[in-house]
T-cell receptor, first 112, second 111 residues
Framework: DAGITQSPRHKVTETGTPVTLRCHQT?????MYWYRQDPGHGLRLIHY???????DKGEVSDGYSVSRSKTEDFLLTLESATSSQTSVYFC???????????FGSGTRLTVV | GQQLNQSPQSMFIQEGEDVSMNCTSS?????WLWYKQDPGEGPVLLIA?????ELTSNGRLTAQFGITRKDSFLNISASIPSDVGIYFC???????????FGGGTRLMVKP
């Protein structure tokens, strides 16, 4: 286990409510990423971070914001959840090993 | 953005059969990676490829980095039930610090 945890693992929320997902790492890696996984689309990058307070947009960033106030935590916020944001969200860290990523176990979010 | 086309989308095979899946891109990548995702978990790295033409094995898995740098394939020999899952290809062109993923191949193995 590369020391990456996501919370919560499951969440059901109502349309229009704010939601924050947390990714926590214990290994002091610089790069962290948020992906969403949907059938037929694979994994799509939402936002990523290359250091404390340093973030950038990915392919599907609309409706999402992120924050990284300390190395170990990368937060993903849905300001006003919509049904199209129902998905499984994965956090990943770039471990530097063979340029690969290590993924968390995912957060299944349902917006009703 | 960059697109990775992965095929097939799904496969249902008999235990013991060999499996082949591939990824193609319109862009050049400098690194190709193959991941496997078990149900309810995040993807796990299987094989990483760094050089055009490179052929790398990991147990029953073999992957190749296409000579044009625009494609890669993954073969699984003598499939077993625990091979079930979703397999993703991913590419990195080193221009940014992010991977682009294919749409995944869902593998089902019948005992």
């Amino acid at each position: 286990d590369a020391g990456i945890t996501q919370s919560p693992r499951h969440k059901v929320t109502e349309t229009g409510t704010p939601v924050t997902l947390r990714c926590h790492q214990t290994e002091n890696h610089r790069y962290m990423y948020w992906y969403r996984q949907d059938p037929g689309h694979g994994l799509r990058l939402i936002h990523y971070s290359y250091g404390v307070k340093d973030t950038d947009k990915g392919e599907v960033s609309d409706g999402y914001s992120v924050s990284r106030s300390k190395t170990e935590d990368f937060l993903l916020t849905l300001e006003s959840a919509t049904s199209s944001q129902t998905s499984v969200y994965f956090c990943a860290i770039r471990t530097g090993t063979e340029n690969g990523y290590t993924f968390g176990s995912g957060t299944r979010l349902t917006v009703v | 953005g960059q697109q990775l086309n992965q095929s097939p989308q799904s496969m249902f095979i008999q235990e013991g059969e060999d499996v082949s899946m591939n990824c193609t891109s319109s862009s050049i990548f400098n690194t190709w990676l193959w991941y496997k995702q078990d149900p309810g978990e995040g993807p796990v790295l299987l094989i990483a490829l760094y050089k055009a033409g490179e052929l790398t094995s990991n147990g029953r898995l073999t992957a190749q980095f296409g000579i044009t740098r625009k494609d890669s394939f993954l073969n699984i020999s003598a499939s077993i039930p625990s091979d079930v899952g979703i397999y993703f290809c991913a590419g990195n062109n080193n221009a940014g610090n992010m991977l682009t993923f294919g749409g995944g191949t869902r593998l089902m193995v019948k005992p």
